[in-house]
């Protein structure tokens, strides 16, 4: 076998499902977690010659996260993901990076005392990245799904040849909003203000299209937020198609559609504060 | 090929998505649903000849659906699925009986203008059973993820040769409850009294068993719908267990718990009115 | 709170995962399983006063399963769910019923020696209603995927004030089948005979209606396996639309299709051996 | 509200589902696939005024794969990806990028005519980035599970405070391989080639880490592939725990596991032909 070189490599212990419950006298908190951890290092012989010497175990990771959770709590999970980062890196001499994601599944109390209702759909996100170099966080918001009834035109696109689409003055807009903010280095708690901007961006844009929505919710991110460079947002186009009832002898005045799975349009964008802003270190696989 | 009997059988249009729209000066209203539609009748010829002289067309009760919603509005999902079945029965010679199951996925206002919110999680529905003999209309909920952090015990139960369990005075009850609730006749609209009935009740029982806790709701809905019959409750027993944390030198006073998938307890219980209660008609397959 | 009665109920472990590997000088077998277990007895006071004397845990249960693949193997799935759920039954006296449900993922041999590619897909499945009146096996098959891309016609359907469909004389017929053939008693393993029966009915049949395919997957079932009394299938119709494309200057010979997700048309049927079959024995919830 | 910049930007329609069929004397053929198009370009006014002028409608791109595959056919998904995206680039003024993604749905002849089976499981994919600098072919497959019942060892690692994993040296080793090879320009189907290489060398490699696999893996594909410039496998470690059976009096020689799913080892790592490997272009969001 010829010799083959090694490129970018990661690993480490994903979803690490951690509930976390703090008790007091006004009631119960509850805090419920997905905890992804991926580490880089001086990881070629682990993978050249299985000598794992360099490795620290993700089973490790796993038992990491839960001993922390008991050590030093969790308070959002910006800290707590920055936490296991530092730690990682800080802690293994053959560990120069440290990617931490979290998601955060929302409850809400019942009875302000013990019990709790999953507020099912939106999940808070957080991933930080942290080396030598820096810690990166990004905060952020998937399955917030949103629609509205009309305010939603679109028309004034291009025709070519495989073009069959009408224009429209009066559509449905819907998406599932998938969005992340990217912190200027500070870690902050501002995920109901973003979350707010987003909603507001969202419900207040008379829409000519969908990208024109996409960017009002990312500036109205950045207004709202002092410390946040770098909002990106994935937005599927939840089609809603008028159905034809003339068959039926019977009109639709815009009352009744037909939900489509697929395909659906996909639109996708940043809003940067500025032209200056440094690129987000990703590690994509 | 020799001969055999044709049993039982059915067919129908599964997972019309269907969103309708009300506009109003007060703010637009809004309803999700997904409509499946099973039919039963003289539907042997079809089977044995291919002769389809007695079947609707499954994509014909797709188009009933959406023109029903423009006819006759959408009221509760009950009368909506009520109204359907009555139709095809009432309307088809060949056909003789109809079941109507409709689930409806719960939007919350945004701005009191045109703007929803998806509500995540559960999920209301109704399945009707249409004949000449009877309507039968059956009203529930799947997906509400209920969570008690303590007042639920478990011991005393049956030690054998394999059974390891701990017994325990203080364990989280977790569980993503699926009811359904079987009116006498009438169509009644009581899914906010049943739903509150079973939050109260699993927020209210100290539980020695999930089956305690599941005898609890069914009783409870019944004590609230005075129109309601038998309630039937399927609880996955979501496991949080609690963290060992001993090895890194941490005690966990009932603070961090692993979340599990797989496997879960599952308790299934109905509750009813009294002994006499009339058996549901279910077509399972 | 007012007193009810307590209706049907049972209990268990659902979804035991297990792997089971056995080793031999001819290359090793591995058996990758989900299994999921129901008890019903004597378990009012668990439902009614938290009494879990007569209960015993489904944790128990799951330590069960992983005990008896090791104490007594796993032949075929029949066998195995049997097993349990005879145990379960013999061994507990308020345990007066067992339902064991198990599902087989199907692996292939990579090398013949230790290594096994999943072979995705279809799933081998089992169900075992054990008391003291019968032991019921019922085997199956979920997740066929099958297709046929001529060979299938649909006409001489009702027509009514909501059809719009028309009638086609070629049509793509697409499926994935979920079918179960109940046992007279006897424990088979005829599965691999099962299957072919339903790939050549599938293949072999000109259809004139999913019906009519229904029909003769199930009938070539009992004509195969001589201790099979009825099989129930449930199959979706995965439609296919032909796409216009007209609009582009384009024909369509049944060559461009659309495959689409919702709604589908749902087809479900039993076939008998003959019209004094007993009942299937069915716990549903 | 201030002025912010936009940033990187596209949109696409996503998830065409598209089936192809190809008659013949010999034998029917079938393609199946999932086409999700993205574009970049001039689109900043959509963005920040809702003007459309330069935006090709999501809509006319899913007409445009249904009106190729019936104009040009579909040969291998690289080729057919490849003339979608320079199509795109090359018809319209203001789109400067494409990227095309393709998932192809296997499916195997039952009859040699007209009947096909899916083979679920593993999924052929393909993703070509093309601008006026390049046509970047990437090919890969998803979802083959694979499984060796021995010969993996895993010892020598880090040991801190957090971890308790003991060390084994002889465990079950399993993974769902993700993997992409990016090819050196030319489009190739070499499909077959990297598949059987990636299987020879979970096979045949004694693994002392996943990590070791992993590259043993990546450096198959090369070897076998010679247009293949770099590859990327991303291996999820689904953990096969050994059940301890001893409070049941039964020793577990390596024969009885637990199959979990929640949390696992995701090892994900990138083998190259060598240092000068040009970076692979990734529209990340």
Redesign the interface.
Known sequence: ???????????????????????GPGG?G?T?LNV?V?LRGD?AA???????????????Q???V??F???HGIDDIESFATRLARHFVG??P?IHGARVTVEQYP?QP??G??????????VRTATVHHDAARTQVVSGIT?????????S?????????????PETRDR?LATSVNATWRHDGAVRDDYATARAAL?DA???TY???L??T??AM???V??ACPGVV?V?L?L??RH?FL?D?A??G???P??????????????????????D?AEEV?W??
Request: aromatic share 10%; proline share 3%; glycine share 8%.
């Open positions: 076998m010829p010799t083959f070189a090694l490129g970018h490599n990661q690993y480490g212990k994903a979803e690490t499902r951690i509930v976390r419950v703090t008790r119960d509850l419920d992804s991926a990881l682990s993978h050249l010659t299985g000598d794992n010497s360099a490795v620290l175990p993700t089973d490790t796993k038992n990491t839960y001993a959770a008991r050590e802690s293994q053959s409850w019942v009875d005392a013990h019990t709790f209702r999953r507020d099912g759909g939106e399955g917030l799904v949103l629609l509205k009834t009309t305010d035109e679109f028309h004034g696109f291009v025709k070519d040849a495989y073009t069959t689409l449905i909603l969202f419900a207040g829409s000519l299209a990208q024109q996409l960017y990312g500036a109205a950045l207004a770098e990106k994935s599927p186009n809603h159905v009832l068959p039926f019977l009109d639709n815009n009352e009744v559609y037909y939900a489509a799975d697929r395909p659906y349009g996909l639109i996708e964008g940043t809003v940067r504060r500025d032209d802003v990703v994509s696989f």
